[in-house]
């Protein structure tokens, strides 16, 4: 006798990047930031603690305050959420019934998938192109009958990673207005690597009710630990995922320290060229090396080989001391997510992979 819902016990669970907790590994498989946050956020926890005893700010105010400030918007713009992954589960939940669909891009970020299936819904993945673009069904108004699950439903919301996990790409704003006004649902835009990227979709947002942005405080702003991410979305759409969230679900420390964060804007200004900087040389010596690797917007790179088999390489490093991710992606292929550590952490990453290449 099983006392779990069919949904859950046919779920995997989400199975993320190795986190060892002895600090001898070179740690680039989970794309954090590798420097500490801006000072400004230590003091603000420091100024916090006295607020313990009692409960937090429902929505965030704080922030959300602060945030519409950032990006022209009114407080009612924002929701807070504990991490961008609250923020994913929150909008699948208020806009996704069971049997009905979520369509995502392939391959991507696999939390979009688990969440359409703790909804009992169903979930129709569309394959990039091979340069990583999106193809014409990505647009299409209409299921595409195709993949798991039954196509009986009407399309309740599309997730889009921009810049994407593993590629690190980016599909052009104007690209991403086109396919909104095609689609019949919202299109969830997650920018949890924009910091990191040429463009964004912010100003999207206030041309089109369907288009939503989240962004996350783990990757850009150094605070993988304390989980914070928000949504930027016209107030009719906020005002129902309110009614979704947990009443407390963001504490008083992570909304003090993610105020502060995105205050300090020369700290971001600062650690996003040291990131891109390394980036640039990492790819570089990669293609040298002999990697397929592609030209990257977020704080990692995907690299594949057509030469050998590329596990090999993950299995080596790790052996080294070395975690970077190794990624299978049926129907797709399979290759490494390396992400941007320190110069340090590169170089020796880099010496490794010149001895076992």
Request: hydrophobic fraction near 40%; aromatic fraction near 10%.
């Amino acid at each position: 006798m099983s006392f779990f819902r069919p949904e859950i016990e046919a779920i995997g669970g989400y199975t993320p990047g190795e986190q060892p907790q002895d600090g001898s590994f070179i740690k680039l498989n989970t794309n954090e930031n590798p420097y500490l946050p801006s000072p400004a956020v230590a003091e603000a926890i420091q100024w916090t603690i006295v607020r313990l005893p009692k409960y937090p700010h429902t929505f965030g105010d704080p922030f959300r305050q602060m945030a519409a400030e950032h990006w022209g918007v009114e407080p009612e713009w924002i929701l807070c959420g504990n991490g961008s992954d609250d923020i994913l589960t929150i909008v699948t939940r208020t806009l996704v019934g069971a049997g009905e669909l979520l369509r995502l891009p392939y391959p991507s970020y696999i939390l979009y998938r688990t969440l359409a299936q703790l909804q009992g819904a169903n979930f129709e993945e569309v394959h990039f192109n091979a340069d990583w673009t999106l193809p014409e069904a990505f647009f299409s108004p209409l299921p595409l009958g195709e993949g798991p699950g039954v196509r009986a439903s009407r399309l309740k919301l599309v997730f889009l990673a921009n810049p994407n996990s593993p590629s690190g790409t980016v599909v052009p704003p104007e690209k991403i207005l086109e396919i909104a006004k095609r689609l019949p649902c919202p299109l969830l835009v997650d920018e949890a690597y924009a910091d990191f990227a040429e463009t964004n979709c912010m100003s999207l947002v206030k041309q089109c009710e369907k288009i939503m942005v989240s962004r996350s405080f783990s990757k850009s702003y150094a605070l993988a630990g304390l989980r914070f991410g928000y949504l930027v979305a016209q107030p009719q759409l906020i005002e129902q995922f309110t009614k979704m969230k947990d009443s407390y679900n963001c504490d008083a420390l992570s909304v003090a320290a993610a105020t502060a964060a995105l205050g300090d804007r020369e700290w971001l200004a600062a650690n996003r060229a040291k990131i891109l900087a390394t980036r640039g040389r990492l790819v570089a010596e990669m293609r040298k090396l002999g990697f397929v690797t592609v030209d990257s917007q977020a704080n990692f790179v995907w690299n594949v080989r057509t030469d050998r088999p590329i596990r090999p390489f993950y299995e080596e490093l790790k052996r080294r001391r070395i975690l970077v991710r190794y990624m299978d992606y049926p129907g797709w292929g399979d290759g490494l997510r390396i992400s941007v550590g320190t110069d340090e952490e590169i170089d020796h990453c880099l010496e490794e992979l010149r001895k076992i290449v």
